[in-house]
C-alpha cells in the first residue's frame, strides 16, 4: 500500500500533528503514522472521522485517483 501523502498534507494544512488528529478520531498517534505510512488500512467509519476531522471528503483523502 501506498503512503497517504493526501492525508499527510490535508493534516498540515490544518496544522494538525498526528497526536492532534489522532485524539480527535479517537485513535492513538501510531495508528494515524501507521495510516499515513501505508501500513494499516483504516476502518471506513475511521476514513469518516478523519475526513470530518479535515473538512474533506473520502474521494479528496481516500478515493481520488493520484
Known amino acids: ?5 493526501r ?3 490535508a493534516r498540515a ?3 494538525l500533528s ?3 488528529l489522532a485524539e480527535a478520531v ?10 499515513e505510512n501505508g ?11 478523519i475526513c470530518k ?3 474533506l471528503t473520502l474521494n479528496d483523502l481516500f478515493w481520488g485517483n493520484d
Do not use: E, F
Open 1 to 5: 500500500m501506498a503512503k497517504n501523502l
Open 18 to 20: 498526528q497526536a492532534k
Open 26 to 35: 479517537g485513535v492513538t498517534r501510531q495508528t494515524m503514522n501507521a495510516i
Open 53 to 55: 476531522a479535515l473538512d
Open 7 to 9: 492525508l499527510k498534507a
Open 39 to 49: 501500513d494499516y488500512n483504516p476502518s471506513l467509519q475511521l476514513c469518516i472521522a
Open 13 to 15: 494544512t490544518k496544522d
